[in-house]
């Protein structure tokens, strides 16, 4: 069993921002979440994180509805990176690793200190920032600052991991070099994404969200079709496998002439 949404809606501020949606990813995969701004994919994210409940439909942890457990008990699975996620305080970086320890504290705060160490140590690791761990935080590069988002997150030692756009403001390299960390992770990771390049390159499984809705769901290869980013985010593109076998999506300048029909070059096709 994993995190699961079926059939969730969920109205915020009198919109509708989710609008039935199932979401059943395979145990260690990653799944993007596609869409253009104000698709609904924080709004899922936070639905599948306990942070908001559905107005209807249910989100499910190993079966149990997650409304009927505790905030420690989903926080024992799930671990979620934001988008927003700073600090002025002056703390080190294994400081803030160690934030993601709290979930496994008893009653009285007490915990096994050795476990605690070991925890933090595998998720510095696994995030490759061992050799900043008693940096400070504010020294850090932006990338740097994300990936120990993530080491905070899988201090956690969760089984499933939800990201909001945790690309953005950071250079290309950092980018790969994030994705690539989590999507080696194992652990089930499901990342709200704005590029689609990215999103063909690292994940397993892509949804595409469109006003609320899911519109697609499958493989980056039987999703990211000319057709249906021309249709969700209204530009023409040409959606090809290079030289190593990975799907590319190449934009084309302009607008898209809604009252023109795709023509067969749009359609998927090795470059």
């Known amino acids: 069993m994993t995190l699961e949404a079926d059939r969730v809606v969920w109205h915020r501020g009198g919109a509708l921002v989710v609008d039935q949606v199932t979401l059943r990813p395979a145990p260690g995969t990653t799944i993007g979440l596609l869409g253009p701004n104000g698709s609904g994919k924080s709004s899922l994210l936070r639905l599948l994180g306990g942070t908001a409940k559905p107005d209807s439909g249910v989100v499910t942890l190993d079966g149990a509805e997650l409304r009927s457990l505790t905030r420690r008990d989903i926080a024992r699975a799930v671990a979620v ?14 400081d803030v690793v160690r934030l993601g320890r709290i979930p496994h504290r008893g009653s009285f705060g007490t915990a096994s200190a050795t476990r605690d160490e070991e925890a933090v140590a595998d998720a510095l690791r696994h995030a490759g920032l061992t050799d900043k761990a008693d940096q400070r935080w504010d020294t850090l590069s932006g990338g740097e600052r994300q990936r120990a988002h993530i080491a905070r997150a899988l201090a ?77 985010y209204g530009v023409r593109a040409r959606v090809g496998v290079d030289e190593r076998g990975r799907l590319t999506v190449l934009f084309e300048p302009g607008p898209l002439d809604e009252s023109a029909e795709l023509t067969p070059e749009d359609a998927p096709r090795p470059w």
């Not at 927003?84 to 970086?93: E, F, L, P």
């Not at 945790?166 to 194992?186: A, C, G, W």
């Not at 999103?199 to 949804?207: K, L, Q």
């Open 81 to 94: 990176v934001s988008q927003h996620a700073d600090t002025d305080v002056d703390i080190r970086v294994r």
């Open 156 to 232: 956690q030692e969760p089984r499933e991991l939800l990201l909001d756009e945790p690309t953005n403001h950071l250079d290309i390299r950092h980018q790969l070099e994030l994705l690539s960390l989590v999507s080696r992770l194992p652990v089930t990771s499901v990342i709200a994404l704005h590029d689609l390049n990215l999103a063909a390159t690292f994940c397993d499984e892509v949804i595409v969200l469109e006003r609320g809705r899911a519109v697609a769901g499958g493989t980056p290869r039987e999703v990211l079709t000319a057709e249906l980013i021309a249709r969700v």
